[in-house]
T-cell receptor
Framework: DGGITQSPKYLFRKEGQNVTLSCEQN?????MYWYRQDPGQGLRLIYY???????QKGDIAEGYSVSREKKESFPLTVTSAQKNPTAFYLC?????????????FGPGTRLLVL | RKEVEQDPGPFNVPEGATVAFNCTYS??????FFWYRQDCRKEPKLLMS???SGNEDGRFTAQLNRASQYISLLIRDSKLSDSATYLC?????????FGAGTRLTVKP
């Protein structure tokens, strides 16, 4: 079955700790994205990558870092510089079909601060 | 002004009702449009793309009005299983913008 997997489902972070969220896809999609969702708000883009070994900052990249060493994988690190990390984190990948890009999402990771 | 605006609801309707959601967007260069469905504490899932001529998928009809910069979603014969939050998504040159969602509850 093709799809996008994220792990863990729940993650707890202590003060001053860096944590890494995993995102893997076997859809052969070139582009991958990380979003953050807070209650009552739309998804906000953290980072995206259109191709291996290249990525760009989104609207709220401060306090986060990513890597794209393999096409299938796009891990997100929430660093201690991110002062308000509690949120639902969603990874997506996309395919371009007839000049239209459609994004598909993984199941998400809920990050909570202890 | 938000880039994509939706009425947050909630919309509470009885089974069998017809309900419509609107969404407005600010970027006139937007090229593609979507409705996603998000269940509580789950990821968004693509419901349907929205095409210029309007399109229908079973009980769901999507319309696009480029001149007024809004899209709409109509759900006919609502089912209990339609209860969810509906996200309007607008794409301009690979810059996807998400609305905050409209919450729908269908009651018996």
């Amino acid at each position: 079955d093709g799809g996008i997997t994220q792990s863990p489902k729940y993650l707890f972070r202590k003060e001053g700790q860096n944590v890494t969220l995993s995102c893997e896809q076997n859809l052969n999609h070139d582009a991958m994205y990380w979003y953050r969702q807070d209650p009552g708000q739309g998804l906000r883009l953290i980072y995206y990558s259109q191709i291996v070994n290249d990525f760009q900052k989104g609207d709220i990249a401060e306090g986060y870092s990513v890597s794209r060493e393999k096409k299938e994988s796009f891990p997100l690190t929430v660093t201690s510089a991110q002062k308000n990390p509690t949120a639902f984190y969603l990874c997506a990948s996309s395919i371009r079909d007839r000049a239209q890009e459609t994004q598909y999402f993984g199941p998400g990771t809920r990050l909570l601060v202890l | 002004r938000k880039e994509v605006e939706q009425d947050p609801g909630p919309f509470n309707v009885p089974e069998g009702a017809t309900v419509a959601f609107n969404c407005t967007y600010s970027n006139s260069a937007s090229q593609s449009f979507f409705w996603y469905r998000q269940d509580c504490r789950k990821e968004p899932k693509l419901l349907m793309s929205v095409y210029s001529s309007g399109n229908e998928d079973g009980r769901f009809t999507a319309q696009l009005n480029r001149a007024s910069q809004y899209i709409s979603l109509l759900i006919r014969d609502s089912k209990l299983s339609d209860s969810a939050t509906y996200l309007c998504v607008v794409n301009a040159a690979a810059d996807m913008r998400f609305g905050a969602g409209t919450r729908l509850t269908v009651k018996p």
